[in-house]
């Protein structure tokens, strides 16, 4: 009796396990029970491998958080960083708009109360191997470009779903900032072409938001001088210069040495300038000293935060909590022990410069045609790829498409306030600012940009009427 009554209670033990690790076709391995520091939360968590090369042993890491509340009801949201090389865990998961941020003194995190899982599930994927703990065993991996990261996204995401299977039905946001400019539309073109041979799994596209995205070499590089000067931040003699001595369509990325010399020696001047005191990223942010916030960690003392509202040694305490070994453990990370340290950005990863000079303004008319809507968004204080140059970029796609202007280009709301100012083609087509940010829109203006992502998951268009005056009452 008492050996059938065990043997029963380890039938249904080995039977829970079963059944919890199928239930609501979640991988419950991947389960992130809890991560060191964190606040408690009603929303789960999971983290760990795709195996997207088996044979090269190339692996993406992921970190997927459900929506704070009906996270069944609500649509799922891939969020990719740029670089080209840089961490989506790291960038958009824990420094701009997921759930949590690290806290001060890198050891813990606190809750970000403007997270963008309040309106969807997001996944966040560190692409492509060599970025933070994605990895391959096979080292020609990391010579890589745009063409390989998108097939190799495209692969993850039919495996992720084989993971996810109750999510394969959701309507599918693709979102991202920077160099995702050209990941994002070149994995579009691919999951649509993907859609028209595919018998089985189709991916319900239903909008693409990339913010400060690079997308015409072109355009935003000249756009950053135009920046500089408009802000104040260089003189007229020298914005003439670079007017007069520098043809922007014969610069190539990663090598603006191919410019003439009077244009090279102008772009210096610029640049000293402007100093190495200015964060180019978030030109009215303070910086941080690492040597004085490095010594702070090590010593268990809170970071200084040199903004009022914006902590701006967020990355080194980002840094720091990553790399505990009890951070990883939880994250499922890191499972090969890589000979290297996490970091925001891959030291280990070799990008084909030329990609970089691609014009993804066929992509993007592609997918526009495909009656998916597409805003692009800007921090109107990124120096690095300005508004200046997307929202000239928008407006060229908008004639090439032969679209009308459907919302007028002004303000708009957010809490009473002006959140920036938009304008729309088409019906499909928009191009929105966000005021006070920078090329980390969710970063510095948390509110703000939530406003501006709850609108276009749920197909609204942000609020462009003029508010009555404000009262002292």
């Not at 509202?309 to 080194?316: E, F, I, N």
Request: with cysteine; glycine share 8%; net charge negative.
């Amino acid at each position: 009796m008492g050996r059938f009554w065990f043997g029963s209670l380890v039938l249904l033990g080995l039977l829970g396990v079963f059944v919890t690790s199928s239930v609501y076709g979640y991988p419950m391995e991947d389960l992130v029970v809890k991560l060191p520091g964190q606040p408690n939360v009603d929303f789960r968590q999971f983290a760990g491998y795709i195996d997207v090369d088996h044979k090269a042993g190339k692996s993406l890491f992921y970190y997927y958080v459900e929506a704070e509340k009906n996270a069944d009801n609500k649509p799922l949201t891939l969020w990719l960083n740029g670089g080209p090389g840089c961490s989506s865990v790291g960038g958009g998961a824990f420094t701009e708009l997921g759930p949590f941020f690290p806290k001060g003194d890198g050891r813990g995190l606190v809750r970000n109360p403007k997270s963008w899982n309040k309106v969807s599930n997001l996944l966040f994927v560190e692409s492509p191997a060599g970025v933070g703990w994605s990895y391959s065993n096979t080292t020609s991996d990391y010579v890589t470009g745009d063409s390989k990261t998108a097939n190799d996204m495209h692969i993850f995401l039919m495996k992720w779903f084989e993971k996810f299977p109750d999510l394969k039905s959701r309507d599918l946001f693709l979102t991202g900032e920077s160099y995702a400019g050209h990941y994002i539309p070149q994995l579009a073109n691919v999951l649509l072409d993907h859609n028209i041979h595919s018998t089985g799994l189709r991916f319900k596209i239903k909008g693409v938001a990339i913010g400060n995205p690079l997308l015409n070499l072109d355009k935003d590089s000249g756009s950053v001088f135009d920046f500089y000067l408009s802000h104040g931040m260089i003189s007229d003699e020298i914005g003439d210069r670079i007017k007069n001595d520098c043809n922007f369509d014969d610069y190539t990325f990663g090598s603006p040495y191919n410019m003439s010399e009077s244009c090279n020696q102008a772009m210096t001047d610029a640049n000293n300038v402007v100093s190495r005191y200015i964060n180019n990223y978030d030109v009215i942010l303070d910086v941080c000293y690492p040597a004085i916030v490095q010594q702070e960690l090590r010593l268990h003392k809170m970071a200084t935060k040199m903004s009022v509202g914006v902590d701006v040694c967020m990355t080194y305490e980002r840094h720091f909590y990553f790399n505990l070994p009890e951070v990883q453990h939880a994250l499922h990370a890191n499972r090969t022990n890589l000979p290297y340290a996490w970091d925001m950005c891959s030291n280990v990863l070799n990008y084909t410069d030329a990609d970089g000079n691609l014009d993804m303004l066929p992509l993007l008319k592609r997918i526009v045609q495909s009656k998916i809507p597409v805003w692009i968004f800007s921090g109107d204080q990124d120096s690095v790829v300005p508004l200046l140059g997307s929202r000239t970029l928008v407006r060229e796609l908008a004639q090439d498409l032969n679209f009308k202007i459907t919302v007028p280009y002004g303000a708009w709301f957010h809490r009473k306030q002006v959140g920036g100012w938009q304008t729309e083609y088409g019906n499909l087509l928009t191009f929105a600012t966000v005021r006070g940010a920078a090329h980390m829109v969710p970063y510095a203006q948390p509110g703000r940009a939530l406003h501006l992502f709850s609108s276009f998951v749920s197909g609204r268009r942000l609020p462009n009427t003029t508010y009555p005056p404000m009262t002292d009452n």
